[in-house]
């Protein structure tokens, strides 16, 4: 258990959700940089969430929307309404997840996770429980469980099914207080480096803080594809494929450079339809 003492109260009793082990760990670290919370356990499915939260009873989740299997929003509703925990909900850009949060005036934080954006969460959730109204925000869960549970509902169904890659053109890369944004199409390949993406485009490298998982969804499926658990490319750029030893492929770039097709991403083969 990680104890992260600050001057307001005791320590919040918290529970981490999500599926990336990469992501709790930076979370991790960033509630024990903001303090004021008392990390109890941390879930990596659905699952695994509802019995922690059921056996801990914290006082305090932060939970990531989009996991495989049940997602944040199937947890959220599977618990029982008389015994909500506070929320800080976390998603990758998910447009539809962001409007019902600010809609019902809920705490969420964009992924990766900021420092400033973790200490500010935790101190509202502190303030609201030195202020004697540590469940106040009951009702506004309760009204995004309502919305989020209404078959009937077609935006609301869509914005569901919306979860998915964004058809977006662009790819907005932070550095610091700037944002770049490159044109996918533009992309010709991403590799990864440690917590850091490196984005090769128009001879550039941009660096960002991202993981391999968020960069799928963000991206058009007909430009990029992963083809590594390092490794994205753009389709269009694969000049040659050769074929290596264990079911692997060499992909070489319109600019030369040479990427692994390994074996686990074989049935991207589909995807590239090299000139030569």
Same mark, same amino acid.
């Given at each position: 258990?990680?104890?992260?003492?600050?001057?307001?109260?005791?320590?919040?009793?918290? !529970?981490?959700?999500?599926?990336? &082990?990469?992501?709790? /760990?930076?979370? $991790?670290? @960033?509630?024990? =940089?903001?303090?004021?919370?008392?990390?109890?356990?941390?879930?990596?499915?659905?699952?695994?969430?509802?019995?922690?939260?059921?056996?801990?009873?914290?006082?305090?989740?932060?939970?990531?929307?989009?996991?495989?299997?049940?997602?944040?929003?199937?947890?959220?509703?599977?618990?029982?309404?008389?015994?909500?925990?506070?929320?800080?909900?976390?998603?990758?850009?998910?447009?539809?997840?962001?409007?019902?949060?600010?809609?019902?005036?809920?705490?969420?934080?964009?992924?990766?996770?900021?420092?400033?954006?973790?200490?500010?969460?935790?101190?509202?959730?502190?303030?609201?429980?030195?202020?004697?109204?540590?469940?106040?925000?009951?009702?506004?869960?309760?009204?995004?469980?309502?919305? !989020?549970?209404?078959?009937?509902? &077609?935006?609301?169904? /869509?914005?569901? $099914?919306? @979860?998915?890659? =964004?058809?977006?053109?662009?790819?907005?890369?932070?550095?610091?207080?700037?944002?770049?944004?490159?044109?996918?199409?533009?992309?010709?390949?991403?590799?990864?480096?440690?917590?850091?993406?490196?984005?090769?485009?128009?001879?550039?490298?941009?660096?960002?803080?991202?993981?391999?998982?968020?960069?799928?969804?963000?991206?058009?499926?007909?430009?990029?594809?992963?083809?590594?658990?390092?490794?994205?490319?753009?389709?269009?750029?694969?000049?040659?494929?050769?074929?290596?030893?264990?079911?692997?492929?060499?992909?070489?770039?319109?600019?030369?450079?040479?990427?692994?097709?390994?074996?686990?991403?074989?049935?991207?083969?589909?995807?590239?339809?090299?000139?030569?």
């Amino acid at each position: 258990m990680i104890c992260c003492q600050g001057a307001m109260n005791t320590p919040l009793k918290t !529970i981490i959700v999500d599926d990336e &082990a990469s992501a709790r /760990r930076t979370l $991790r670290q @960033r509630l024990q =940089s903001a303090g004021g919370c008392s990390v109890v356990a941390e879930a990596g499915t659905g699952n695994e969430a509802l019995n922690l939260i059921r056996g801990h009873q914290p006082e305090l989740v932060f939970l990531d929307i989009q996991m495989p299997g049940m997602d944040g929003f199937d947890v959220l509703r599977a618990l029982p309404r008389r015994h909500l925990p506070e929320f800080v909900f976390m998603t990758a850009a998910d447009d539809f997840a962001i409007s019902l949060f600010r809609q019902h005036r809920l705490d969420y934080l964009l992924k990766p996770v900021r420092q400033d954006g973790v200490s500010s969460a935790l101190l509202r959730a502190r303030q609201r429980r030195q202020q004697g109204r540590p469940g106040s925000q009951r009702k506004s869960l309760l009204g995004l469980i309502d919305q !989020i549970a209404r078959p009937s509902s &077609a935006a609301t169904q /869509r914005g569901r $099914r919306g @979860r998915k890659k =964004s058809s977006a053109p662009q790819l907005a890369i932070r550095d610091g207080g700037r944002t770049t944004r490159v044109r996918q199409e533009d992309i010709d390949w991403i590799d990864a480096a440690g917590d850091y993406m490196c984005v090769h485009a128009r001879g550039e490298t941009y660096i960002m803080r991202a993981t391999m998982k968020w960069l799928e969804q963000e991206l058009d499926p007909s430009i990029l594809q992963r083809i590594h658990r390092s490794a994205i490319v753009n389709v269009q750029r694969v000049r040659r494929l050769e074929p290596h030893i264990n079911g692997e492929y060499f992909l070489t770039l319109q600019s030369g450079h040479q990427l692994k097709l390994s074996r686990s991403y074989k049935d991207k083969l589909r995807y590239f339809n090299p000139p030569g």
